[in-house]
């Protein structure tokens, strides 16, 4: 059952039942003891103590004595009432300036209460609800005054909603499964209208309460994320409707969904010693690169080549630990793709085939473009992303091994970075990280759109891959994860990867549910570098499902096409 406060803009569940531990009597009593005591908005007395709780008065007497040795409580020597002793306040303090979750978010709270002058609130999820953390009240009499420790349901709460929309469809069916109880008129109790609203939620950033769980009162919350994007708490902003309005909850929300991304980053450095002992995530290559990339599973061979970019060099050429280098290039490398008698790299101006002997015939590009990746196709052709001297945006289509020439099939707004194809060759999709998008390109129409737009706070996508349901997965450098995109674009599922730059992904091993991820470690800070050993390194883990094996290109540089 639940309460509200007598001013119509809190809302409280009643006292959770006390679970007994033995032993633990008389500890459950000195703490609620210290709970009276505290909560009281003056001194209290003894008999009101004694009234309040229950407890013997020898008890008491003696509870109160120790509490007041320690520095815990104080008496009034006029009065002979209690209040809460000195001692709390160093207690607080070293509370506050530890870096957790609530000594971060302070700054942000704080800031939000006197921006706004409504009460701010900091909550982390407590299984299917919310629980209330930290609360800055705000200026007016009339505010929101949600008790700390209160638990409140997750589906009615912007601060639940805000967490909802960071978790997976499973983990939300999971938490509304034991159903969604009806507060208000304006409580949404339908899972399929909640999860339109969750969608909305993820692609503007914060949630919203309209009187969902208290009859008069908006709030305006946004969710606090790791690296990966898994939710850590929540926080938000409350008033009574006629001083939060719907289109001050807007204005307010970007503030919000900042002030989460900051406490966010701040946060960062203190959850990254977890995520980077990630149990399934294995170093794949001996030793680091500069800039690992393009990796495919080559399986006549049974196992993996990548490319170091600016070594610049191919491994897995002819064997497993096979290095093949290519300082007679005199460049560094973009991409490459799988031949069916090598591997077909690219550099800024040229492009050629190393095949398994040793040859190197090598080609310069046709016109004034410059390569930004290539890939090859199902039908064994050979695709390839380009920018143009003095012009914006890209071009990407056919790739002639023989002239060099590019049939620009498609033009796109931005440089192109990445590209995965599906298994008939009749959608690509392409990463332009300039803009956080992910474009889906049909060749035979000749048809582009925008697949997906990615917050920046996830990172920026660099590369693709496609798994055996045809699913998109997205390399997010600066992000430190891999990410699954559904048929919509939107997210589905976040592995946290121990390194900041992840470079180009794909799935091998024999039933190809392995992923294997390329990073790079040039251009990062030496904070960065600090926090991710694995930098520069090939990494393998558990894709939980199968991938699709990566095409293989046939053309012949001698061939014109």
Not at 535 to 542: C, M, Q
Request: glycine share 8%; with cysteine; aromatic share 6%.
């Amino acid at each position: 059952m639940t309460r509200r406060h007598d001013n119509a803009v809190g809302w409280e569940e009643e006292d959770a039942p006390q679970i007994s531990v033995k032993g633990a009597a008389l500890i459950g009593k000195a703490t609620e003891v210290l709970t009276r005591i505290g909560s009281a908005p003056g001194k209290v007395g003894f008999a009101e103590l004694s009234s309040a709780t229950g407890i013997a008065r020898a008890t008491l007497y003696r509870i109160l004595s120790a509490l007041a040795s320690r520095g815990l409580i104080r008496i009034d020597p006029v009065t002979q009432n209690y209040t809460l002793g000195f001692q709390f306040l160093e207690l607080a303090q070293n509370v506050w300036s530890s870096a957790d979750l609530a000594s971060v978010a302070s700054a942000e709270l704080r800031r939000l209460r006197d921006m706004t002058g409504e009460t701010a609130y900091l909550a982390v999820q407590e299984k299917r609800h919310v629980l209330a953390l930290g609360r800055f009240e705000g200026a007016h009499s009339r505010r929101s005054n949600a008790r700390l420790g209160a638990l409140k349901p997750m589906h009615c709460t912007s601060q639940g909603k805000a967490i909802l929309s960071a978790l997976s469809e499973a983990q939300v069916d999971a938490i509304l499964h034991e159903g969604m109880e009806r507060f208000t008129p304006f409580t949404i109790v339908d899972p399929a209208a909640l999860k339109v609203q969750l969608q909305i939620i993820r692609a503007r950033g914060y949630a919203t309460d309209d009187e969902e769980i208290v009859e008069g009162t908006r709030c305006v919350g946004a969710a606090v994320t790791d690296r990966a994007g898994r939710p850590i708490a929540a926080i938000s902003v409350a008033g009574p409707v006629y001083r939060m309005t719907v289109e001050r909850a807007e204005q307010l929300g970007r503030e919000i969904a900042e002030a989460a991304r900051r406490i966010s980053d701040q946060l960062a450095p203190y959850l990254f010693e977890t995520r980077a002992r990630h149990p399934d995530i294995r170093q794949a290559s001996e030793a680091a690169g500069f800039a690992t990339g393009s990796p495919f599973w080559d399986a006549s061979r049974g196992h993996l080549c990548w490319v170091d970019k600016l070594a610049p060099s191919v491994h897995g050429l002819r064997g497993p630990k096979d290095v093949f280098s290519l300082d007679v290039l005199g460049e560094s490398l973009v991409s490459a793709a799988q031949h069916e008698d090598g591997v077909v790299i690219a550099s800024v101006n040229r492009i050629g085939l190393l095949a398994r002997d040793g040859q190197f015939d090598l080609r310069d590009l046709a016109g004034d473009k410059r390569l930004t990746t290539i890939l090859a196709l199902p039908d064994g052709a050979l695709w390839a992303a380009a920018t143009r001297r003095d012009v914006d945006g890209a071009v990407l289509g056919p790739l002639d091994l023989a002239s060099g020439k590019i049939d620009p099939v498609f033009e796109l707004p931005d440089a192109v970075s990445g590209l995965a194809v599906n298994r008939d060759g009749t959608t690509l999709y392409a990463t332009l990280p300039g803009r956080g998008a992910i474009y889906q390109l049909a060749p035979l129409e000749k048809r582009k759109r925008i697949f997906a737009d990615l917050p920046k706070v996830a990172g920026s996508p660099a590369a693709l891959a496609l798994d055996g349901e045809e699913r998109v997965w997205v390399a997010m450098a600066d992000g430190w994860s891999i990410i699954r995109l559904n048929e919509d674009g939107d997210f589905d599922r976040t592995i946290a990867i121990p390194v900041p730059a992840p470079t180009g992904i794909c799935f091998g091993g024999a039933n190809y549910d392995r992923l294997f991820v390329t990073s790079a470690r040039l251009g990062l800070t030496r904070e960065a570098l600090m926090h991710s050993p694995l930098s520069g390194h090939v990494l393998e883990l558990d894709a939980g499902q199968p991938g699709s094996p990566a095409s293989v290109t046939t053309l012949s540089p001698n061939q014109v096409t």
